[in-house]
């Protein structure tokens, strides 16, 4: 198992400030660091989509943690050589950009 970057969107930081404890917050740290490898334990349920035509693509993924999904891609080299420059530290050499995360409950509407 190979380490990698997570970068979050405004959003999926959004997402994570307004889980209720440290607990579940480092618990989701953790499935991030686990689960958006292809080769992860959800990696069969993962789903590849293009938002926008001639955008780039996105892969949607059922994280370990109570349902929560993923929508992420992976960061191009330019992106980790300004996250390198931009922390002044060595990085992995591959990494994810986060786009969203979603509860299991946000694909339905209650009447």
């Not at 380490?3 to 440290?22: I, M, R, T, W």
């Not at 689960?35 to 955008?55: I, R, S, V």
Request: hydrophobic share 40%; proline share 6%.
């Amino acid at each position: 198992m190979t380490g990698y970057e997570v970068v979050l969107s405004p959003a999926a930081k959004l997402f994570v400030l307004e889980l209720g404890s440290q607990v579940e917050r480092t618990a989701l740290a953790d499935c991030l660091r686990l689960d958006l490898q292809l080769d992860g334990p959800n990696a069969q349920y993962a789903f590849e989509f293009t938002p926008w035509e001639g955008g780039r693509e996105y892969t949607a993924i059922p994280l370990h943690l109570g349902g929560i999904v993923a929508v992420f891609r992976p960061l191009s080299d330019a992106e980790l050589d300004r996250l390198q420059h931009d922390q002044d530290r060595k990085l992995a050499r591959s990494g994810y950009f986060v786009l969203s995360l979603l509860r299991p409950e946000s694909g339905f509407h209650p009447r």
